[in-house]
Nanobody, 128 residues
Framework: QVQLVESGGGLVQAGGSLRLSCAASGRTFSTYAMGWFRQAPGKEREFVGGMGWNTGNTYYVDSVKGRFIISRDSAKNTVYLQMNSLKPEDTAVYYC?????????????????????WGQGTQVTVSS
């Protein structure tokens, strides 16, 4: 089992920045990929970006590319989502997820059902 705990959400004005953290514990050696998702009220959970756990390679959906950055601290088993130039449409509950299979770096990574472990989520609210 892998346990994930997110933190760092909050309220920020449009144009501002936030950094979310996702601390992993447990059998983290079985983790091959991390994903960040978000879910706005009344909408489906949406893939934001992913990182290969061992490679550190990342990729993002177009709506956040150039604004969001995923990074990691391997010593702390923690993955970060740096969010810059935030927009009101970025308002959502953000989740980190992990799985025991590598990233495909394609739309196949977008399905929440392809991830094995989830954090509890953290609210991000961007005011206009």
């Amino acid at each position: 089992q892998v346990q994930l705990v997110e933190s760092g959400g909050g309220l920020v004005q449009a144009g501002g920045s936030l950094r979310l953290s996702c601390a992993a514990s447990g059998r983290t050696f079985s983790t091959y990929a991390m994903g960040w998702f978000r879910q706005a009220p009344g909408k489906e959970r949406e893939f934001v970006g992913g990182m290969g756990w061992n490679t550190g390679n990342t990729y993002y959906v177009d709506s956040v590319k150039g604004r969001f950055i995923i990074s990691r601290d391997s010593a702390k088993n923690t993955v970060y989502l740096q969010m810059n130039s935030l927009k009101p449409e970025d308002t959502a509950v953000y989740y980190c997820a992990a799985r025991r299979t590598p990233l495909f770096y394609s739309g196949r990574d977008y399905y929440p059902s392809s991830y094995d472990y989830w954090g509890q989520g953290t609210q991000v609210t961007v005011s206009s």
